[in-house]
């Protein structure tokens, strides 16, 4: 079973949540009363909607793991799942999610989840090579 089975396994039976087909055309999806929230695409990665203001609560946070992919200007945020404590996390962001929606009573955007987004990355200027001179004396 691979991390997204499990996961999409303990969701399925939490109460606020349904499954159905992912709106992006690939995939799984679970869905609470305010819209898609979650989006299952592999058997290692999956797209979960959080509001504008979890995203701004937690940008830092999630910036800093490694399980977790941003796309600038996207609502959605790509977790890869290798072992049980990325599944842990993902469970605890939808959470999250869910009690952002109900409590903000925002209702997920069909913005499109991040599956078919490209991110370019700033490559990095690299340091100025410094060059060595070695005077010697000739014979």
């Known amino acids: 079973?691979?991390?997204?089975?499990?996961?999409?396994?303990?969701?399925?039976?939490?109460?606020?949540?349904?499954?159905?087909?992912?709106?992006?055309?690939?995939?799984?999806?679970?869905?609470?009363?305010?819209?898609?929230?979650?989006?299952?695409?592999?058997?290692?990665?999956?797209?979960?909607?959080?509001?504008?203001?979890?995203?701004?609560?937690?940008s830092a946070d999630l910036g800093a793991s490694t399980a977790i992919r941003l796309v600038p200007g996207s609502r959605w945020v790509t977790v890869h799942l290798d072992c049980d404590a990325d599944v842990d996390l993902l469970l605890s962001l939808v959470s999250v999610a869910l009690k952002a929606q109900q409590t903000d009573g925002t209702r997920a955007v069909a913005d499109g989840c991040n599956l078919h987004r490209v991110t370019v990355l700033a490559r990095q200027p690299r340091p100025a090579k410094t060059l060595r001179w070695r005077v010697g004396r000739t014979a």
């Open 1 to 58: 079973m691979t991390p997204a089975q499990r996961a999409r396994e303990c969701l399925t039976v939490w109460p606020d949540l349904s499954p159905g087909p992912a709106t992006c055309g690939t995939g799984q999806a679970l869905r609470s009363s305010h819209g898609e929230i979650v989006h299952f695409h592999t058997g290692h990665d999956v797209d979960l909607h959080l509001t504008d203001r979890s995203l701004g609560r937690f």
